[in-house]
């Protein structure tokens, strides 16, 4: 009997489908990797297995890219299954080919991603010689209640219907690479031309969102602080005392964006001011209006991950986490990778079986409190069918981020603070508006004014649901009657000076990315962009770790700093003429042009000749570029140069004296000096150990830095400090730790150690008379190791987790313990133990030689 072959993006799907299927098609059998009845066989991805690569012939490896391969523009892609989730394709490609499966239902997510996932696995299923010849249709839900499922499979979509959004998103993968990886391989071969290998990533989303960080700093570094006045004045009415500040009624916005109606930009124009009304009475006159707010909308992932941010400090990658465990393990959340803000308009019955979940599980914790407000919601009817919240136009491929019917058992402490963010939320939504009065107060003193602001919370309304019912500070405004007049009690003139703009946290930077289509100057770009932003919400935070782990950015407290590797690359892309690549219009002009292939109103063929073209002119570009230096804004260093003490400027690639010979590269071993390691190396003339460094072949590793000087060109050099083997550099003579600190008892000879050479030793394997050969490195494969974890391990016998060893062998990241092996005399790895499978006899930790 023939059979249709579903295939959901997620098992939970699938698991959904199923559930909706059971009533009306028959009870479904589970088998290891799909359901199955008479009529259908259930499966699911596990989001992309498959993903597009070049050609072998097209393919360079890394370390090896050069000018000499570039472009990359094959004339086909190939495809290739993602490493984690072969055995799930091996599976889901062995049911596409089963003979009984006549027909295909794509009921991966309704948007361009989900299409792209059913439609690369179905092409590798067929492989490079056949195709896979069985007719298609399109499961298309914005809903996943049961009864949405079985109202989509009576109205599945063709394939016909579906062929202008295959189109939109294949062309959005293949532009995505034909950009990615020939502007990364021609920046880094740009870069590299010294010898080296200087990987220099770009990307359409990643490079903008950099640049948007970069423009900041700018912004910052060339802030001038000015100077500006205050006065503030306190005033006595017949009820008591309250405080006002000057301001100037008459005050205007211009293009100084630093002006305001309470500055004065001279010291002697406040004082002038102060003087007039010091000792004077003033006149009050007030208005009070009525204002309400209205709650925040429901949560998409990045409102959620922007207030998680803010609230509790997490990374936008830390809350995805979180978010997908709550809905993957625990259940108890919708499906966070949503962009959607709204829920579908046939929602309304859940929403409130929701309410009444909250309002009577025993919630744990802190989530008790939640349910009062869930049964006041059901009690006054609160649930409505209000356009603001459940409207289908809104809701794109998923809707908003809400709880699921399902009460939490056990939560981490970071789960449930995630989990309390989106019911507070969604309880919230429902709520009234808060009530608040209102009131400007304005004290006349002679012709001078002063203003004093008050906010009284009349009804809480929805803010009941975070605990506020209680007045804020700024409410506590005494009384005045019309036209009181009212003693002067003191004038102070405040002196302060502007500041420059805030750098961006993970919340702000979320926000840029999410609106960076507001940074863009034409109508229909623009428009393009107004729902898409850099990125999507499922890969924004993915862009922020990928910046910050190619080292353009870092993590300074909950503040993203650019690196001077990133500063480099805007100065490179600048000075190349490419441009385009910093800027969300590139984004924005795609978004558009995709929008036009989704519609049939534009060819997939022309737009992707217009990318290969694109990434034909970035490699030209590059490869043409023949002056010295890329022209820009560099920094002329406050320390002196070593050799001569004059003066040391930056340029494109080098830190060079202006007055001799003495220059040395800005990019040791790959890596981008910072201005202060700079500053600081020419000053101490070593520094280190620094991480990021990179071999000729790409392969990460950590060093120290030393200036030396050179008798045969009389100048000083750069060169990598990896130590000297201790014999060698100890030549018998005794070696004078009384400048240091021990780190601890020697585990072999209770000696102490200390900091020597590239390693730890103990004071009695060097000098003279050495009587004992304990010691381990400073750097252990790539992995620093600190005084602290160096202490820990003399006094414990074991460091914390280490988490940036690499191994020479697979070139991977692995993470250890460092341990002392009493039976083997030195420091060895100790690796977490596995949780066995089944009951066992306890596993030793494994052992290797460090």
Not at 97 to 119: H, M, S, Y
Request: proline fraction near 5%; glycine fraction near 6%; hydrophobic fraction near 40%.
């Amino acid at each position: 009997m023939s059979k249709s072959l579903i295939i959901a993006e997620k098992p939970s799907v699938a698991q959904d489908i199923v559930r909706a299927l059971t009533p009306v098609a028959g009870k479904f059998e589970k088998a290891a990797d799909h359901f199955e009845n008479e009529r259908y066989i259930v499966t699911s991805a596990v989001g992309h297995l498959v993903e597009i690569k070049a050609p072998e012939e097209f393919d360079v490896k890394r370390g090896k890219w050069s000018f000499a391969h570039l472009p990359v523009v094959p004339p086909h892609f190939d495809l290739a299954p993602i490493d984690k989730a072969k055995s799930r394709l091996s599976a889901v490609v062995k049911l596409v080919k089963r003979k009984d499966v006549t027909d295909l239902i794509n009921a991966c997510d309704a948007g361009r991603e989900g299409e792209l996932i059913f439609r690369l696995i179905v092409q590798y299923a067929g492989g490079a010689k056949q195709v896979i010849d069985k007719p298609v249709r399109r499961l298309w839900l914005q809903s996943m209640t049961p009864q949405a499922i079985r109202d989509g499979f009576a109205a599945l979509r063709s394939d016909e219907q579906m062929l202008g959004l295959a189109d939109a998103a294949r062309s959005r993968s293949e532009a995505d690479w034909l950009v990615g990886i020939n502007g990364t391989r021609a920046m880094t071969a740009f870069n590299s031309r010294d010898g080296g290998f200087f990987l220099t990533t770009v990307g359409r989303v990643q490079t903008p969102t950099l640049s948007i960080v970069v423009e900041r700093e700018e912004k910052i570094r060339k802030h001038i602080p000015r100077d500006y006045w205050e006065i503030k004045a306190g005033f006595g009415a017949a009820a008591g005392d309250y405080d006002a500040k000057w301001f100037d009624p008459k005050f205007k916005k211009n293009d100084d964006a630093d002006r305001r109606a309470d500055r004065l930009w001279t010291e002697a124009e406040a004082k002038a001011i102060a003087d007039a009304v010091r000792g004077q009475p003033g006149t009050v006159t007030e208005e009070a209006k009525p204002s309400t707010q209205a709650s925040p909308g429901l949560y998409d992932l990045t409102t959620l991950q922007r207030e998680a941010n803010g609230r509790f400090g997490y990374s936008a990658k830390t809350t995805l986490s979180l978010a997908q465990a709550l809905y993957e393990k625990h259940k108890v959340l919708t499906y966070p990778r949503t962009d959607s803000r709204h829920l579908p308009e046939d929602y309304l019955a859940v929403v409130k079986d929701t309410f009444k979940m909250i309002a009577e599980e025993d919630l744990p914790g802190p989530l008790q409190a939640l349910a009062e407000h869930a049964r006041k919601g059901i009690k006054e009817g609160y649930v409505k069918p209000t356009k603001r919240v459940f409207d289908n136009t809104k809701v794109s491929d998923h809707f908003a981020i809400i709880p699921t019917l399902q009460p939490p058992k056990s939560l981490s402490e970071a789960e449930a603070k995630l989990y309390d963010l989106v019911v507070k939320r969604f309880l919230a939504v429902f709520f009234p508006s808060a009530e608040y009065m209102v009131t400007t107060r304005i004290t006349k003193v002679g012709e001078h004014s002063f203003q004093t602001n008050g906010k009284v919370l009349v009804n809480p309304g929805w803010l009941a649901v975070y605990g506020k019912e209680a007045q804020d500070e700024d409410a506590n405004l005494v009384p005045v009657q019309p036209n009181e007049t009212v003693s002067n009690e003191g004038v102070n003139i405040v002196a302060l000076a502007t500041r420059p703009p805030a750098r961006y946290t993970e919340a702000t930077l979320l926000s840029a990315m999410e609106g960076a289509g507001k940074l863009i100057d034409d109508d229909e770009l623009r428009e393009a962009m107004a729902e898409k932003g850099l990125g999507t919400p499922a890969t924004r935070a993915q862009v922020i770790e990928g910046l910050i782990l190619e080292k353009y950015m870092l993590r300074e407290g909950r503040e993203l700093m650019p690196t001077a590797k990133a500063f480099q690359l805007m100065t490179l892309l600048r000075g190349l003429g490419v441009e385009d690549l910093t800027k969300p219009e590139l984004t924005g002009n795609w978004e558009y042009q995709l929008a036009e292939i989704e519609h049939g109103r534009l060819s997939r063929d022309a737009f992707m000749k217009d990318i290969a073209k694109m990434a034909e002119r970035i490699v030209k570009k590059a490869k043409e570029y023949d002056r010295d230096t890329i022209p820009g804004d560099y920094a002329t260093l406050k320390a002196p140069c070593p050799n001569c003490g004059g003066v040391v400027k930056e340029n494109y690639r080098r830190f060079t004296c202006e007055a001799c010979d003495f220059s040395i590269t800005k990019i040791p071993g790959s890596r981008s000096f910072e201005l202060a390691e700079v500053e600081r190396f020419l000053v101490d003339k070593k520094i280190g150990p620094l991480e990021g460094f990179r071999s000729k072949a790409g392969w990460p590793f950590t060093a120290e830095l030393k200036l030396v000087f050179d008798d045969e060109i009389k100048n000083w050099k750069l060169e990598f400090d990896f130590g000297e083997d201790d014999k060698t550099k100890d030549d018998g003579e005794p070696v004078d730790f009384s400048g240091q600190q021990s780190l601890g008892p020697c585990p072999k000879c209770q000696g102490h150690v200390y900091e020597h050479g590239s390693n730890y030793v103990c004071e009695h394997s060097v000098g003279a008379h050495v009587t004992c050969d304990f010691k381990t490195g400073k750097i252990i494969l790539t992995q620093p190791v600190s005084h602290e974890q160096v202490h820990k391990l003399l006094a414990t016998g074991k460091t914390d987790l280490l988490e940036n060893f690499v191994s020479n062998k697979t070139k991977r990241k692995f993470k250890a313990f460092l341990a002392y092996d009493k039976k083997e005399g030195k420091v060895s790895f100790e690796f977490e133990p596995r949780a066995a499978k089944v009951p066992a006899k306890k596993a030793a930790a494994k052992k290797a030689a460090a």
